[in-house]
T-cell receptor, first 109, second 114 residues
Framework: DAKTTQPNSMESNEEEPVHLPCNHS???????IHWYRQLPSQGPEYVIH???SNVNNRMASLAIAEDRKSSTLILHRATLRDAAVYYC??????????FGKGTRLHILP | DVKVTQSSRYLVKRTGEKVFLECVQD?????MFWYRQDPGLGLRLIYF???????EKGDIPEGYSVSREKKERFSLILESASTNQTSMYLC?????????????FGDGTRLSIL
């Protein structure tokens, strides 16, 4: 399985945008890039996914580099409720998801 | 909204007991999964199922078995519980379609084996 690399932790101020990076230099042409997050005491929650083009939904935006070797999850206006662990995952032909250690996002009031 | 329900949030059992963890989803998903989550190790896949009565081993199946008799229900069984199986257990489900189908998770069962 292709691997992803994320910073262990990040901090951001409330009501400011947050850019969460993910490197996936060994990505294959058919891998989708998925993001999940896990709030304290809850199961992981799907956030967004994409293949080549940038994607937007009500929760976030996903910016994918032209060579697809990296991507960035963008939270446009962070709130305290966005404090969570964010996982960047590549998905190929298998239905399994391999979770790494993710980025722990701290939001400062 | 998709709902994945795990039968217990917290469970305490004794070494050697047979333990059943139940998971039910209400969205007619073909795929169901069991993970465990431990500090510093992230989520690890134990077993998954892509159809009724079908199962596949994940990365850490030892000491576990599963049962899927109905599409909406996926059970994880600890045949003889041991203390190293103390963990958070998470169930998930999804439509078939691998790369572009999100998985939906339950809120987990925190299992303690004494």
């Amino acid at each position: 399985d292709a691997k992803t690399t994320q910073p262990n932790s990040m901090e951001s101020n409330e009501e400011e945008p947050v850019h969460l990076p993910c490197n996936h230099s060994t990505i294959s042409g058919t891998d989708y890039i998925h993001w999940y997050r896990q709030l304290p005491s809850q199961g992981p929650e799907y956030v967004i996914h994409g293949l080549t083009s940038n994607v937007n939904n009500r929760m976030a935006s996903l910016a994918i580099a032209e060579d697809r070797k990296s991507s960035t999850l963008i939270l446009h206006r962070a709130t305290l409720r966005d404090a969570a662990v964010y996982y960047c995952i590549l998905r190929d032909v298998d239905d399994k998801i391999i979770f790494g250690k993710g980025t722990r996002l701290h939001i400062l009031p | 909204d998709v709902k994945v329900t795990q039968s217990s949030r917290y469970l305490v059992k004794r070494t050697g007991e047979k333990v059943f963890l139940e998971c039910v989803q209400d969205m007619d998903h073909e795929n169901m999964f069991w993970y465990r989550q431990d500090p510093g190790l992230g989520l690890r896949l134990i077993y998954f199922s892509y159809d009724v009565k079908m199962k596949e081993k994940g990365d850490i199946p030892e000491g576990y078995s599963v049962s899927r008799e109905k599409k909406e229900r996926f059970s994880l069984i600890l045949e003889s519980a041991s203390t190293n199986q103390t963990s958070m257990y998470l169930c998930a489900s999804s439509f078939v379609g691998f790369r572009n189908q999100p998985q939906h998770f339950g809120d987990g069962t925190r299992l303690s084996i004494l």
